[in-house]
């Protein structure tokens, strides 16, 4: 009876396990196929909420899953590059941009929005939709559509 029992206990737990997997698996999945294809704008570097004066100089970000490119605007400059996501992980990789001048204050605002890009580890949406660039749980950028 008490093999029974033990047994019993064993596959109860190898199965709930199983299920806790798969259900972070789909939900990684689903939370990245929402991420790509869509242009992002940027609301917010760390703690500082953007002010945009005009809709061109709205930074954004495009990330296609086929293959993992991405590129947007900068705030003075188009980029582009690659990214890596597997198992939860997103890196950028490769990073450049067309070389346009523009006054200090926005190219110190494209420098800064670049190098937090580069120390990102991972990403999430929020309830409300918004995209969520982290390196580990502290966010780096706040993006909405």
Excluded at 77 to 104: E, H, Q, W
Aim: with cysteine; glycine share 4%; aromatic share 8%.
């Amino acid at each position: 009876m008490k093999r029974i029992l033990t047994l019993l206990m064993i596959a109860t737990c190898l199965t709930s396990c199983s299920v806790f997997k798969n259900k972070q698996q789909n939900m990684e999945q689903q939370e990245s196929q929402t991420v790509f294809g869509v242009e992002w704008k940027l609301k917010q570097i760390g703690n500082k909420v953007m002010k945009y004066d005009e809709e061109r100089e709205t930074i954004t970000l495009l990330m296609t899953s086929e293959p993992e490119n991405v590129s947007g605007f900068s705030a003075c400059n188009r980029y582009f590059g690659k990214f890596i996501y597997r198992k939860g992980v997103l890196t950028f990789k490769d990073i450049a941009s067309t070389a346009m001048m523009c006054p200090n204050q926005t190219m110190e605002l494209e420098r800064r929005y670049l190098t937090q890009l580069e120390k990102v580890n991972n990403f999430h949406i929020t309830e409300d939709g918004e995209l969520h660039l982290r390196k580990d749980e502290k966010v780096l950028l706040v993006f909405v559509q």
